[in-house]
């Protein structure tokens, strides 16, 4: 093996592999591409996947959307 043989890749899609799936990215490395879908999840809600090519298997899934649906709007009016 080569040193400088880079990590295995894994692809991050937003929506579902059933019916909407939408390539976000690519990252190297199974725990940086899991941190990955972490911070997109916490940022933009939704349901997303974590895809291994090698294996052609869904690894990992987040769905925020129910989390931000949940919370309360805030209705206190503002301080201008």
Do not use: C, H
């Not at 295995?8 to 592999?17: K, N, P």
């Not at 909407?20 to 939704?46: C, F, M, Y």
């Not at 987040?62 to 989390?67: D, E, I, R």
């Amino acid at each position: 093996m080569s040193a400088t043989m880079s990590e295995v890749t894994f692809d991050i899609f937003s929506g579902t592999s059933d019916t909407d799936a939408v390539w976000l990215e690519s990252v190297e490395g199974l725990s940086k591409a899991r941190e990955r879908l972490e911070q997109i999840a916490a940022v933009r809600p939704g349901a997303y996947f974590l895809y291994s090519p090698r294996s052609r298997s869904i690894l990992a899934k987040s769905n925020t959307t129910k989390q931000f649906q949940s919370t309360p709007l805030n209705t206190q009016a503002g301080a201008a």
